[in-house]
């Protein structure tokens, strides 16, 4: 029973792709994975998974307009959601602290919880750090989005909460960015994984799903899968070769 939330001191840099995709792998190595939107504000969980708009969200939870179990959404592939609302109207009277006790509640109906953060340092974000028992930071291999990192995660620190390591996204593999060793360098925490940049990323958003259950062995999708594999610490054998290059094409 763990809540981890993902997040990181830049927006755009593969949070909620990292979200979704870990708890789905989680979910696949036969874990109860709940992936909650706690990204109030700018909301894409319920985007990316074809949710856009349902009848209870995470909204009414913190309004005390519902029960959390009722807005529990079950995708077709196994993978369940709270989604958070596209509306503005209600931004004011959300009060984000309670999303510590939201957490409280689903921890004892999974494995896993996972809380998709808004990016930044605001009042938000810090809401679902406070939230969880251990935190994900996701970067790009550029130096201001590391830098936000670092920031991150100096502020964990101060709230007295355990980053777990760090995942680096969006990587290219071209000679202008960050090395990963220098990554870990400035920001003095284990590298969980690295996920290369994949063009089926995109086309599991078209598809509203997850990338590891439309494009399963895409480069990004295996690498979401050894770092699911190695926070459940279960065994994970990467498909083969052959497998991999016809998955590129």
Do not use: C, W
């Amino acid at each position: 029973m763990k809540l981890i939330t993902i997040t990181s001191g830049k927006g755009g840099v593969g949070k909620t792709t990292t979200a979704i995709n870990l708890g789905a792998a989680l979910n696949q190595f036969g874990k109860e994975v709940i992936i909650v939107d706690a990204n109030l504000t700018t909301p894409n969980i319920g985007l990316h998974l074809g949710a856009p708009i349902v009848p209870v969200n995470l909204n009414h939870v913190l309004l005390g307009k519902a029960k959390v179990i009722d807005a529990i959404y079950e995708h077709e592939s196994g993978t369940k959601i709270i989604p958070s609302s596209l509306s503005v109207k209600e931004l004011r009277r959300l009060n984000s602290t309670k999303l510590k006790e939201v957490g409280k509640k689903l921890r004892k109906m999974a494995d896993y919880v996972i809380y998709d953060s808004a990016a930044g340092l605001g009042e938000e974000a810090i809401s679902a750090m406070e939230a969880a028992d251990e935190l994900i930071v996701v970067t790009n291999p550029e130096i201001p989005a590391v830098t936000d990192a670092l920031k991150t995660i100096k502020l964990a620190e101060e709230l007295g909460k355990e980053v777990k390591g760090i995942i680096v996204a969006r990587v290219k593999g071209t000679r202008n960015e960050m090395s990963v060793s220098n990554i870990r360098d400035m920001l003095e925490l284990p590298i969980l994984g690295v996920i290369p940049e994949d063009k089926h990323v995109q086309g599991a958003l078209v598809r509203k799903d997850a990338l590891l259950h439309v494009y399963p062995n895409s480069r990004a999708a295996i690498a979401y899968k050894k770092i699911a594999a190695r926070i459940a610490r279960v065994k994970y054998e990467e498909p083969s070769l052959l497998v991999r290059v016809f998955a590129r094409i």
